[in-house]
């Protein structure tokens, strides 16, 4: 099934709401934006079962692969051979270095950080560009870092800081460790704030 719209029919938190609602899990590609430096003008959101798993500005399967490129945390002959010949197929890329003790917990938030909430927060004030929501389009594993965000909780983010001093539930994040036996019910704070 697919759903196609526009954002000035469907707010991007309109979207999102359905998305977590119904527990989705597709693609949501999001088009025709307006030129910015904080979202390209084509975005794509992986979804599974209403959580985000991860983001991209391109269908390669490279992002997260150039982001950890780009910070130089490990030698690039290492993570080549890593990547291309040693990584199961169903492991989340960033999990699987991390339990290969190539990245630290810490650098998995990082990259999630700017993988997913950043982009996804400048999304919340569009107004135009288009959409299209192609269910059961399962996330490239290779452009996961093993940790997720529940739609809903992306709302939490957004909130002037003085209303997220005032709302309990945005002390506990929904950012959650993704596991291939199901999700880990590990806090991560840190990405807060």
Known sequence: MSITSSLADFSFPEILQFIETGRKTGLLTLTNLPKSQAV????Y????WGRLMAAANGLDHQGLVKLIEQRQWVSERVFDKMVHWCRPLNEPLGLYLKNQGVLRPE?????????VLQPV??????KEGKFQFDQDVYTPRREMTGLSVSAGALKLFTLPEDAKALRPEFRKSSVHEYSHLGY???IN???IG
């Open 121 to 126: 927060n400048a999304l919340f004030h569009l």
């Open 189 to 191: 704070t840190e990405l």
């Open 45 to 48: 959101i992986w979804i599974e």
């Open 40 to 43: 390209p003008p084509i975005f």
């Open 107 to 115: 650098h998995l938030k990082q990259l999630f950080n700017v993988q």
């Open 184 to 186: 880990q019910n590990r």
